[in-house]
């Protein structure tokens, strides 16, 4: 949601509805998490490279507001189930919590003895070493047409 009032990025996950819920100012950010997912895998699952399909909608009182996106995946060795607790970064730039350069959707939380989630990232999917969200994909887009 895109807010007059908000003064940078933030990001909550509501387990009750299943659903991410981020707030932006309205200059917006180049960077916006927008959902993620939490997937255990097989070990030794390799790199995503066949086609992958996210749902969702998006909706604005404004007729041609367009939005563009697109996804990476990474792999963690280790990565809580509790969303909130991974501290999921919701902007590039205007993170309220998160000064550094890592992307939006990098998780900025730490485990119970206090080693930082992104210490557990592996190479796999679309990621590895350094590359805490994955390499992205192209960029798709949309324009929302309201009806009458």
């Known amino acids: 949601m895109f807010s007059a009032t908000a003064t940078c990025t933030s990001t909550t996950f509501d387990p009750q ?4 819920f981020t707030t932006v100012p309205l200059k917006g950010d180049d960077e916006i998490f927008l959902s993620g997912l939490s997937y255990p895998v097989p070990a030794g699952f390799g790199k995503v490279t066949g086609a992958v399909t996210w749902n969702g909608t998006l909706a604005s009182s404004v007729s041609g507001a367009g939005a563009q996106w697109k996804w990476g995946a990474a792999v963690y060795s280790q990565l809580s189930q509790d969303c909130n607790a991974l501290m999921i970064k919701p902007g590039h730039q205007t993170a309220c919590q998160y000064q550094n350069g890592d992307h939006a959707g990098t998780p900025e939380g730490a485990d119970a ?9 592996i190479g796999g999917a679309r990621g590895g070493g350094s590359n805490f969200t994955g390499s992205w ?10 009806n009458k």
């Open 17 to 20: 509805t299943n659903t991410w």
């Open 113 to 121: 003895s206090g080693a930082p989630w992104k210490r557990y990232v």
């Open 137 to 146: 994909s192209g960029t798709l887009g949309v324009t929302v047409q309201c």
